[in-house]
């Protein structure tokens, strides 16, 4: 069984950093892909994808609209997935979103995703 709780959000001013984290109380979490979402307010019905990675680490993705700003990783020794966030923008404000697959491959469809955390928000003022 794999339990997704998400940390580190917070309150940032534009330009500054915040670190996610998405640890995993089960004991399967190598087997898993592992991404992150968002969901901006005022879009109740879409989950936008960020970022993923496979589950040993060796391949990661990012949606255009972060690539060059924010870095997936992961720690399966401490079955935790990390998404640090550096240059951020009030457009990048919203409930962000960890989540597992259980594939080899690098969805970024969150259908493709079984396991969802609660959400951390992220709020980025101007």
């Known amino acids: 069984q794999v339990q997704l709780v998400e940390s580190g959000g917070g309150l940032v001013q534009a330009g500054g950093s915040l670190r996610l984290s998405c640890a995993d109380s089960g004991r399967t979490f190598s087997s898993y892909a592992m991404g992150w979402f968002r969901q901006a307010p005022g879009k109740a019905r879409e989950r936008e994808f960020v970022?993923?990675?496979?589950?040993?680490?060796?391949?990661?993705a990012y949606a255009d609209s972060v690539k060059g700003r924010f870095t997936i990783s992961r720690d399966n020794a401490k079955s935790t997935v990390y998404l640090q966030m550096n240059s951020l923008k009030p457009e990048d404000t919203a409930l962000y979103y960890c989540a597992g697959a259980d594939t080899r491959q690098l969805p970024i469809s969150a259908g493709r995703y079984e396991y969802w955390g609660q959400g951390t928000q992220v709020t980025v003022s101007s």
């Open positions: 970022a993923a990675i496979t589950r040993g680490g060796a391949r990661t």
